[in-house]
Each structure stands twice: as C-alpha cells, then as structure tokens.
C-alpha cells in the first residue's frame, strides 16, 4: 500500500464483459425461485424475472431442475454493455450475490442468515452457557452491491440466537415472551407438559397448545436485557471485544480469511472459466 494511503472496504469492478444466458419460464416465477432456491452451488449464479431465466453457466443448460421450470431449447446468450437501467442493475446484481454466496461458501464460511457470512471460530462467534439457555451472537460480513455504479462494499452484520438444550430449561421461560412456528406474533408461556412435549401458550384472549419443538425463546434485546446478558454480547457484535478492536479491523480479518487483500476475481460459474476482477479502492489520509 501507498505511503498516505490506506485501505477501504470498497471494491471497484467491471461487468462490460460479462455473459449471461436467459430462457423463457414454463412456470410462474415463484414456482421457479422456489425450485432453485439454495441451488446456487450446484448450477452457479442465477436470478429470476420478467418471465425468464437468467443464468451464467453453460453447464446448467443440463441441469434437470431448470428443465423443470424453463424452456432451455429457447435459451439465448446476451453479453453486458451497460448497467444503466433498473432491470439491467436487478439482474446483474442477483447474479453477483449469487456467485459472491459461492465465494464465501467455497471459502469455509457459512450463512445461517441471509446476509452474515461467518466463520466458526471464536473470532465470529461467541457462546454464553447459562442454565435456562445458551445464549449465541454471531458476526459476519456481507457484500453490498451497487450495480449501476459498479462498486462493492464489504458491511458487517449480526444475529443473536437463544438455544434450549434440555426441555427441562423451558421450566425455567415461564411467564416469559415466546414464539411458535407457523404462528404470528408473540405469546407467553404459560404451562408446560413434559412429559407429552406439550406448551400451552397464551395472548390476551386466546390461549394454544404446540408441540415443544414447535416453540422457541426470540432473542430479543428485552429479553437477553432481563437475562443479564445483553451488555456482554453486545461488547462482542459491536467489535469492543479485544479480539476484533474496530469494525474496520474486522472485516480486514475476514478478509484475509477470504485471500483478499487488495483484489479478488469473482467466478461466475462453477467451472470458474468466466471472472470479473475486483479492485480494492485507497484513499488518502487526511
């Protein structure tokens, strides 16, 4: 790096060069996100609309699930000229979140929530064993894509999670804020029936029975806020913890896990025979 200069977290690139194909739905189009979804790292990068099927690998022109739902024979291939209208920035931009979930997924990480990329490890995890519960944040980056002005940005996000180890602990959420699967909204615990795996769950005139599995703590901040552990994971996703010091000193770590320093080339197939490079901008210091 450039005396003066120092690192940002944005990435410039290029997409004048880049393929995609595109075939006409033989189904509506959520039938057809919904039987590609998850997809991605079996037939590379895809994204859906307009009734049609947009695609990056020619490989996928095979691929049975996209039989299903378009009529490949119909298949057209369109190179990028200018992202310079919303339909052409939509498209390119659902291509490269898809083939960016690659990157990171072939890079050893992992996402339990759209948009957070992490790593299992102490550095993007922290655990707190309690006896009602085990409390879990979790720490990751994501890519934000600006197609039109062809920029990426590495931002940082968190999920908190509340996990019941033993039935015998929901003993202890009694009276508590709950959820339930399948159903909307929040709802007390009222009464629990271990012994058939039962809860009986209440709100303000209506009171139902669920299967335990079916119910979950929300790990909201009131709640972590009652149980004495909010501070503590928030020291830990808010980066005050002494392993990650900053934000900026985060993502420059995932970074690295990632191999990328000053520049990436981001495959748009799984044969990685189509790349578009991305530089890393610096800026002066003032």
Request: some cysteine.
């Amino acid at each position: 790096m450039n005396p003066g200069k120092y690192k940002s977290n944005m990435f410039r690139f290029m997409v004048d060069s880049m393929e995609y194909y595109y075939a006409p739905l033989i189904v509506d189009e959520p039938a057809a996100w919904r039987a590609l979804q998850g997809q991605e790292l079996e037939i590379g990068p895809y994204h859906i609309g307009h009734d049609k099927l947009y695609f990056t690998d020619n490989a996928a022109l095979s691929n049975v699930s996209l039989k299903a739902i378009a009529d490949l024979g119909k298949t057209r291939r369109e190179k990028i000229g200018k992202v310079d209208n919303e339909g052409a920035a939509r498209i390119v931009g659902s291509l490269l979140y898809k083939a960016f979930h690659i990157f990171f997924m072939n890079s050893g990480f992992q996402c339990p929530l759209k948009g957070l990329y992490h790593k299992q490890s102490d550095y993007y995890v922290k655990t707190l064993e309690r006896d009602e519960a085990t409390y879990l944040v979790f720490r990751g980056i994501a890519p934000k894509i600006h197609a039109r002005d062809q920029a990426l940005f590495f931002q940082t996000n968190s999920d908190y999670r509340i996990e019941i180890d033993n039935p015998r602990q929901y003993k202890m959420w009694l009276g508590f804020q709950v959820k339930a699967h399948r159903e909307k909204g929040y709802f007390v615990l009222k009464n629990l029936d271990l012994k058939n795996e039962r809860a009986k769950l209440s709100r303000q005139e209506k009171e139902i029975i669920i299967p335990l599995k079916s119910l979950y703590i929300p790990a909201t901040s009131v709640i972590l806020g009652r149980r004495g552990v909010l501070m503590e994971l928030q020291e830990f996703s808010q980066f005050r913890d002494s392993l990650a010091l900053s934000e900026y000193a985060f993502v420059d770590h995932a970074c690295q896990d990632l191999g990328v320093q000053d520049s990436l080339r981001l495959a748009l197939d799984i044969s990685e025979k189509q790349t578009i490079p991305f530089i890393r901008c610096h800026f002066k210091e003032v």
